[in-house]
């Protein structure tokens, strides 16, 4: 009693730190309890841990043959695991992880006393392997916008959150399978989902195959994958390599010397490769594919079914294609074998020759050298050098002024402006600059950044000109196994080179469902990734059955009229040609016969002659390009620039305009189809992650011939490849080849009772080419692909293809409207032509001869070009 009178204020501090105390109680069993409701993960959460699910490909009979992914990500048990990555990863990592369960509170307070008091950095982490496994299955808050008792707050719960979860972890499996789902589970960047995809992406190995510094470099990124970017940032990704390998060396029994070699090196990122679609069978298409379906789903309105949109990457979507992989292999098979021997041809050609300058005047050397400029500066290599001298100036630059264009033309125009080669107005004018820009512009130029910006301009190009003229080792595209070739050669005759390889396409269509069963748009995709089974090009001769087939239709023309083999003019008042002056094309070889000709004939030998007479018949050409529209070839389809894709003039009639060979596919399933147009399409149907049905290909399909009339056109088709003229197949088959201006195009479209295929064949420019008719015309560029992926169907047992199938037999009257037989080849001229083209046979080499040989010595003008013109009412377009 005394005690308490004498100290009072004892009495109350008691009871305030009672208080206190329970008070802290009640605060510490809330937080925990609100920690433990918020977000965790359950038991069923950690048994079965979530990955975004990738969206698979499928071929037309259900097999798998690409995939759509944000995780590329390849599950390794515990068992298979390097015991090198292992080690560095424990002694790294949880140097105590077998001595612990989740939680390491040794560690954590020797992190607090040697890291945080004493500074030191290699004293390793406080968190465990299973803490950081436990990161991984939940979601960081942001810390953004917080006060510091808030963000001390968030990063104490979420500290607690990690140790209740890693205590749930080591409840629920082996130490052994945490490893594992550690490393599976960790994202290394660069697409690399998970210890295996990192190898594979980093190394281009297996990780069971790594060494030692592979293995250490690996762990290393555990600790931030970004900072330790081996691609980025070699130097940190080194050190902190060497910091895992004097762990290996502390805790580990490693050869000392073995390491210190180790250490001394950089890292080495010489096979480091990210995986993408490029691999596997059909990369074209997958490319293509990857387009399509960015759109669909907007376009269509297909949605989740909480509104929310299909993510192709993340959803796990079933994508069933009509792609036939039998028949993808067989052609792409066929479009490579052929190629190879076709580009040897070209080498030797052009020996000694410069296709950017070659029977070229001044000004389309310049057009050719610009376009070669572009194409080089277009190049990775430059694009690299580009940011690193010149990036750092922009970057300041946008800094100050906004996202102000700074590209290499803005660059020269403004040095112009102050060499007084352009005026203000004349860079807005030349569409140099913008004109909005034009005061931003103007203070840039009295800025001292402008100064700092010519400087490094000129070092971009001091270092262009000698780093691209400067042979180096690299790999360059070979038809070889492998795909490429090491060569010494400079960058800039590196692009020379790529750009010189004729490029290809093909697309194999089934007239009746119009499903694609094959497509291929070029010879490499890992070296030319432009798609030539969507570029426009001159079709040449192929556009000239569906001339034919409206004279015959719509003007009731008898295929056995004959037309004399004379020249034809179309003039200004003519009808309703709406030419400016004389239109008077010439054949291929600029002669005329003065014989006459049945269309059979005419179209059989491509005869320009009949072809123009057939539209002077017409009295326009309006009606072909109705034709073509209802064959799925838009009449109305124009240019940015407003212009037609099908023009208003007769030239069209020899292939004077630019389509796809898609659309040209498409249309060509007319004539296999009893008249019928049917829609080319690719992919079949789309199922969600449960198997639900969420998009169905619905094809267009339209008459667009007359089935009596198809007819006679299908049997025209088939006699341009009958005979001596035969493509040595058992198939009921028809077709027709195209050669554009000066041979920068080879075409042939086929039909059979299954498949329509046609094939493209040309350089990228159009200086890039054959010089003569022997070599650059269809009949030798294109239709032995066609050829030869026919005969692979027809031996393949497993194919889907029966050479056995007709086509529809045509109505009653048929054969008797056909009634000119023994007229559609006419030996007179065949046997001239034949004469002449023996004379030529020395010409060939002996493996060229080996392949078109006979055919050569066989054919007449099946497949030739008209002479020089241009895509209007004065030029010729294609011929044979």
């Not at 259900?62 to 080690?87: A, C, H, M, Q, W």
């Amino acid at each position: 009693m005394f005690e308490s009178k004498k100290y009072p204020s004892l009495k109350w501090l008691s009871r305030a730190l009672w208080v206190l105390l329970i008070l802290g109680i009640i605060i510490i069993l809330r937080f925990f309890v609100q920690t433990i409701n918020d977000d965790l993960p359950s038991f069923e959460d950690l048994e079965n841990p979530k990955y975004d699910e990738a969206s698979i490909v499928y071929d037309t009979h259900g097999v798998p043959f690409g995939k759509y992914y944000v995780e590329n990500r390849e599950i390794i048990t515990f068992d298979e695991l390097s015991p090198t990555i292992i080690d560095a990863l424990i002694a790294t990592e949880d140097v105590r992880y077998h001595r612990h369960s989740g939680v390491d509170l040794k560690a954590l307070f020797r992190v607090a006393f040697k890291t945080v008091l004493m500074g030191k950095e290699s004293s390793g982490g406080g968190s465990t392997i299973t803490q950081q496994l436990a990161k991984l299955l939940f979601n960081r808050p942001s810390l953004a916008g917080k006060s510091f008792v808030e963000r001390a707050f968030t990063l104490l719960q979420t500290k607690v959150k990690e140790w209740i979860t890693a205590i749930k972890l080591e409840r629920s499996y082996t130490k052994e399978e945490i490893i594992a789902m550690y490393l599976n589970k960790f994202e290394f960047i660069n697409g690399a989902h998970g210890i295996q995809a990192a190898a594979q992406t980093y190394f281009n190995a297996d990780q069971a195959d790594l060494d030692l510094g592979q293995a250490a470099l690996l762990v290393g990124m555990l600790k931030n994958p970004s900072l330790y970017n081996p691609l980025r940032f070699p130097e940190n990704a080194t050190k902190r390599r060497n910091v895992v390998l004097n762990q290996l060396k502390k805790f580990k029994d490693i050869d000392a010397l073995a390491l210190d070699t180790i250490m001394a090196d950089q890292v080495d990122m010489s096979n480091f490769i990210r995986d993408s679609h490029d691999k596997g069978p059909a990369p074209y298409f997958r490319a293509e594919l990857t387009k399509w379906l960015r759109n669909l789903f907007k376009e269509k309105g297909i949605n989740k079914e909480d509104g929310s949109e299909y993510n192709i990457y993340t959803d796990g979507l079933k994508i069933h294609t009509t792609i036939d992989l039998t028949h993808q292999a067989h052609a792409e098979k066929a479009l490579v074998e052929h190629m190879m021997k076709l580009q040897e041809r070209y080498w030797r050609v052009w020996d000694g020759r410069n296709p950017w300058t070659y029977d070229a005047d001044e000004n389309q050397k310049k057009i050719r050298r610009d376009v070669l400029e572009r194409k080089i500066k277009e190049s990775d290599r430059y694009l690299a050098l580009h940011n690193k001298i010149l990036g750092p100036v922009k970057a300041k630059v946008q800094e100050k002024y906004g996202e102000l264009k700074m590209s290499e033309k803005v660059i020269k125009g403004l040095i112009d402006k102050e060499n007084k080669r352009y005026s203000w107005t004349g860079l807005v004018d030349k569409n140099i600059i913008d004109r909005e820009d034009l005061k931003a512009y103007q203070g840039l130029v009295e800025d001292p950044l402008w100064a700092q910006t010519k400087t490094d301009f000129k070092a971009l190009q001091s270092a262009y000109d000698e780093e691209f003229s400067t042979a180096i080792t690299m790999k360059v595209f070979d038809y070889g196994e492998a795909g490429f070739a090491e060569v010494e050669m400079s960058p800039r005759d590196s692009v020379k080179f790529h750009n010189q390889h004729l490029q290809a396409s093909l697309l194999s269509v089934d007239p009746a469902t119009g499903a694609i069963k094959a497509w291929v748009g070029g010879p490499g995709f890992n070296y030319f990734k432009y798609d030539h089974v969507n570029s426009r090009r001159q079709v040449g001769s192929t556009i000239k059955p569906f001339v034919y087939a409206t004279a015959i239709s719509l003007m009731g023309i008898s295929p056995c009229e004959e037309y004399e083999d004379i020249q034809y003019t179309i003039a200004p008042g003519d009808a309703n040609f709406q030419v400016a002056k004389e239109w008077s094309p010439a054949n291929a070889n600029e002669e005329f016969t003065q014989n006459k000709y049945n269309l059979y004939q005419g179209l059989l030998y491509s005869k320009n002659s009949i072809t123009v007479r057939l539209v002077k018949e017409m009295g326009n050409v309006d009606v072909i390009r109705e034709l073509l529209d209802n064959a799925g070839i838009s009449k109305d389809q124009t240019y940015p620039n407003g212009d037609y894709v099908i023009p208003r003039v007769p030239s069209i009639c020899l292939g004077a305009m630019d389509l796809t060979l898609a659309e040209m596919a498409g249309a060509y399933t007319t004539f296999a189809n009893d008249g019928i147009y049917t829609e080319p399409v690719f992919v079949s149907r789309i199922e969600d992650n449960t198997g639900k049905i969420i998009y169905t290909s619905v094809p267009e399909s339209r008459r667009a011939i007359n089935s009596f009339y198809n007819g006679v056109m299908l049997d025209m088709l088939k006699n341009n490849v009958g005979g001596r003229y035969g493509l040595g197949v058992e198939t009921d088959i028809g077709g027709k080849t195209g050669t554009t201006n000066d041979y920068a195009d080879g075409w042939f479209m086929s039909v059979t009772p299954d498949l329509v295929t046609g094939v493209w064949v040309g350089g990228d420019d159009k200086w890039i080419r054959f010089l003569n008719l022997d070599d650059g015309q269809g009949f030798v560029m294109a239709r032995p692909i066609v050829q030869n992926y026919i005969k692979s169907l027809e031996a393949d047992s497993l194919a889907d293809f029966n050479s056995e199938k007709s086509f529809p037999v045509p109505p009653d009257g048929f054969l008797d409207f056909i009634d000119c037989a023994k007229y559609k080849q006419m030996s007179v001229e065949e046997e001239q032509i034949v004469n002449k083209l023996d004379q030529r046979q020395d010409m060939f080499e002996s493996d060229f001869e080996d392949e078109f040989g006979d055919l050569i010595k066989e054919v007449s003008m099946d497949s030739i070009q008209a002479s020089e013109g241009s895509s209007n009412e004065e030029g010729n377009g294609g011929g044979g």
